[in-house]
């Protein structure tokens, strides 16, 4: 009889699993985790005690309810200024910045598009393959998103492991069958990883990669 | 004979706000009335009060309805107003702290908010829970505003890791790594008083 391997899965997964956002054979990789190690198990109350099926806690703390008055009010703020009105000339400045906008489509380089117009894919992505080379290195992802599978001594050379610019801690490494991806997409444009472009996300993956997988 | 009418289905959130920026007030009325509580609770949780967050709803739906040609319909209204609401909520907050964070501090821990309750038949509960909201707001503030606004995206205002990442701009893999490490910290500061 071959022994169960033990699940080595990011704890990430578990915030995941507290929400029900997992596949069900995702649960299910999570719960033989949760089987074996009772850490995991004291990471996963964790979660859940914040998780929106806390509905006590969430009920408990739920914000005061405004008044009908306070609502009111609100709305009539809001009516005059949601349909600006329009002129007898607005359909002729339109139309001159439809071709506009549509000059700059064709002329603009990739540049930041609309979060909502950049839809990351529908599945949580588990593993994927990270390049066309066994050698190349050409990743950058923070720690809790990459797992080193395996390092030859070789390559010991390539890994780095420092301070990112903006102040999260990097791998750099490695090739195929060296690290799988956890929680890492791939963006609008099909390429893998996502390059992210939240200006804000200062804990935002910082990931790279020279051609398309 | 009874005839039971089957109730009208809702109409659909592309048709009913795309009446309500051609000025037809009914429409504008419905889109606030559906998707008014959510966006509130969203700016409450990122600004702590009913005033600011009611001003943060009030400027979020406005940018959201007038900016309309932005969002196309590529995700739902729900998912786009709730962006636009969080982040007039954090430039509030941040407006805020620079004009007067101590009085606005001591004005919130000081004076009852200007809403109303949910519940006023305990007393007692009522303190355990403004207490409780309290501490809540207290260490929700002191987690890097990108977990912050994650945070309360998914569980003030509902969204699915997929609509917070498309709310966001960012992988579901970040989401969920932001709500896992939120959620730690928020364990380690509030560990009496939050049980699973």
């Not at chain 1, 444009?189 to 990669?209: E, K, N």
């Not at chain 2, 009913?50 to 995700?75: M, P, S, W």
């Not at chain 2, 917070?164 to 579901?172: D, L």
């Amino acid at each position: 009889m071959t022994p169960r391997q033990p699940e080595n899965l990011p704890p990430n997964w578990l915030a995941a699993y507290a929400d029900g956002e997992l596949s069900a054979a995702d649960r299910a990789r999570v719960e033989r985790w949760l089987a074996d190690d009772p850490a995991a198990r004291e990471l996963l109350e964790n979660q859940e005690s914040f998780a929106p099926r806390n509905t006590e806690l969430w009920n408990l703390v739920r914000p005061p309810s405004p008044s009908a008055r306070q609502w009111h009010e609100t709305f009539e703020q809001i009516a005059p200024k949601a349909s600006p009105p329009r002129r007898a000339w607005a359909g002729w400045l339109g139309t001159l910045g439809l071709l506009a906008t549509a000059a700059t489509l064709v002329l603009a380089l990739p540049g930041r598009q609309h979060p909502c117009l950049n839809a990351p894919p529908d599945a949580l992505p588990d593993q994927y393959p990270v390049g066309p080379s066994d050698d190349e290195p050409y990743a950058m992802a923070l720690a809790d998103e990459v797992r080193i599978i395996s390092l030859p001594e070789a390559a010991a050379g390539l890994l780095l492991v420092g301070e990112h610019p903006i102040g999260d801690s990097l791998i750099v490494l490695a090739g195929r069958d060296e690290i799988a991806y956890f929680g890492v997409g791939a963006d609008f444009a099909g390429r893998f990883p996502a390059i992210p472009d939240d200006a804000d996300a200062l804990d935002a993956p910082m990931l790279w990669a020279p051609r398309d997988p | 004979m009874r005839h039971v009418t089957a109730p009208t289905p809702p109409e659909r959130d592309d048709l009913v706000v795309a009446r309500a920026t051609r000025g037809d007030r009914r429409a504008l009325e419905e889109v606030f009335r559906r998707y008014r509580e959510p966006a509130y609770r969203v700016a409450y949780r990122l600004l702590g009060n009913t005033e600011d967050a009611l001003d943060a709803v009030q400027d979020g739906f406005i940018k959201a309805l007038t900016h309309l040609r932005g969002f196309e319909y590529r995700c739902s209204f729900k998912t786009w107003l709730l962006r636009v609401v969080s982040n007039a909520a954090l430039d509030l907050g941040r407006q805020r702290r620079r004009r007067d964070e101590l009085s606005a501090a001591v004005t919130e821990r000081s004076a009852p908010d200007a809403g109303v309750t949910p519940d006023h038949a305990d007393p007692g509960r009522e303190a355990e829970e403004n207490d409780l909201r309290r501490a809540l707001a207290d260490a929700l503030r002191l987690l890097p505003e990108a977990q912050r606004r994650t945070f309360v995206l998914h569980v003030d205002g509902g969204l699915s890791y997929r609509e917070v990442a498309n709310a966001m701009g960012i992988s579901i893999g970040t989401v969920m790594s932001r709500l896992f490490y939120a959620r730690q910290k928020l364990k380690g500061m509030l560990a009496a008083r939050v049980q699973s």
